[in-house]
């Protein structure tokens, strides 16, 4: 049925863990973040390193940063959301995250449609510094070595950002977490 291939084709591919939190890093580093396996990191005077697992579910925040070796991890905090990703039409990257919608609804649609993604207060705001944008998301609690297929990419320009965060209702039937990443400089 090719009304069914196209709409198999706009819709937007996502990753949700399988209770903690999503981890989005450099794809060339996951193979150091070790899930619940271990750490290279000591965390305070702690006798027993954290793992990387631990540390990513200690984040309070929509979304935070960690290290991880020398460099930085997203930790895609809160509950456990159906996470994809999103260019807008206004040129800026964004990671979505759905509290809830209805089975049948186009992410891609609404985003798209909505007058309703005015970022001005944004309930978090953060920054960050990429070194490179080959970024891929993925369950925190499995060591990077081990995900196979079960990421979704995220490509983002290297450079630096401010990451703006806010919870919208574009429609009465759909709420979602918005992480819109803006150039700075």
Known sequence: DTSSLAKSLKTMNTIQ??????ICIDKGLSTIWFGTEGSSLLIGNSARPLSAYDRACASDDYISQIDVADALALVLG???LETGVWKSADGFSAI???YYKDPE???LQILNQSKKLDMTDAVEEMAISLRCGDLIIFDSAIPGANIGGAFLPFDLPAGNYRVLTKRMEPDDRTSILVHQFRPVG
Do not use: E, Y
């Open 17 to 22: 863990s399988a209770g903690g939190p999503l």
């Open 105 to 107: 609804t186009d992410p």
């Open 78 to 80: 809160d509950m456990p």
């Open 96 to 98: 979505v995250r759905f």
